[in-house]
């Protein structure tokens, strides 16, 4: 099998544009240049925030642009891989500009997993724009978009029955800089904490109500009630990370639970713990799904899909599955986790 691109001919490739540079975007490119079917042709930096700082020398040879639209006009990709933020406000007008120049799109905003949480309506015009272009846009990522969501269903397909899923994901943290640390919950005293949950600028993991959605549609039930909280984790030692320092008692993690209600009984069950330093302090990174029912399904991974490789795995390899799809949005669990194509020619099914 060929190993690099200038064995295909331009015609033979797919043309791939990023938005955002950041640490998922980063292993993405590395996968993309592992594909000799894939042309990367240029990216764009975010304004803000981790995705808009190219780490040093990653994106050697590849043009990175400050203005979207001169970016898809001059190097006029096939489709763009989004790895930008997490917020539906700021991906939108993304997706719009590519649906508008003719590009499909990948991306990794968990709010775009099931946009309706936030922006009821969303989906409809995702559809309806991407009809109307002959485009797909897909949603993708670790959680949403896998972990606690598309592989439950997919579990689920072995069992008889479901009258509960349980999944629970323990997480090292340590692989995010600290922009991230701070959006999750990590870095605060526990009164900053706790104010920076009232007013929504700490989160924890966004994407509870998005994938508890994504596997309700799925089985073709309907969610009576949801409930989420989360929790700080203190500090009890020193914990020295890639650019700053965590004191005791600051934030070193957090716990996160989401609860569903479904025909008047707790049917979803989702907990996270993340932590910067999880061996540290006695947890065991893992990943477990729980299918229960009269043939009960359990299934542990360990120690557990990293955050950043699965994710930049997940972009790449929904690429071959977008191209071939009909025009249409995508949220997890409609198109389904693609494995990696690994031949050295383009995929069939991709114009």
Partial sequence: MESSQ???????????????????ATAALDLCRQRPWMDVVGAVRSPSGAAGRPAAGAWSGIRVWADPEVMLEQARPDLALVATRSELDYVLPVIGLCVRKGV?????????????????????????SAQEAGLAIAATGINPGFAFDALPLMLAGAAWDVSKIVVQRTLDASVFGRDVHRSLGVGYTEAEF?????????????????????IADGMGLEIERFEEEIEPVLADRVHVLAGYTIEPPETAGVVQLATAMVGGREWLRFELSLHVAPEAVGLETRDRIRIHGENELDLTMEPGMPAVSTTAALLVNAVPAVLAARPGFYPPGRLLPNPPWLAGHRPPGAP
């Fill in 6 to 24: 200038e064995n295909r001919s331009p015609a033979e490739r797919v043309r791939i544009a990023f938005f955002g540079v950041g640490s998922v």
């Fill in 104 to 128: 499909h799109v990948v991306c990794t905003s968990e709010e775009l997993a099931w946009p309706d949480v936030e922006q009821p309506g969303t989906a409809a015009f995702l559809q309806r």
């Fill in 194 to 214: 706790r104010r920076a949950v009232r007013s929504r600028r700490v989160r924890g993991h966004i994407g509870f109500a998005e994938s508890a959605r994504i």
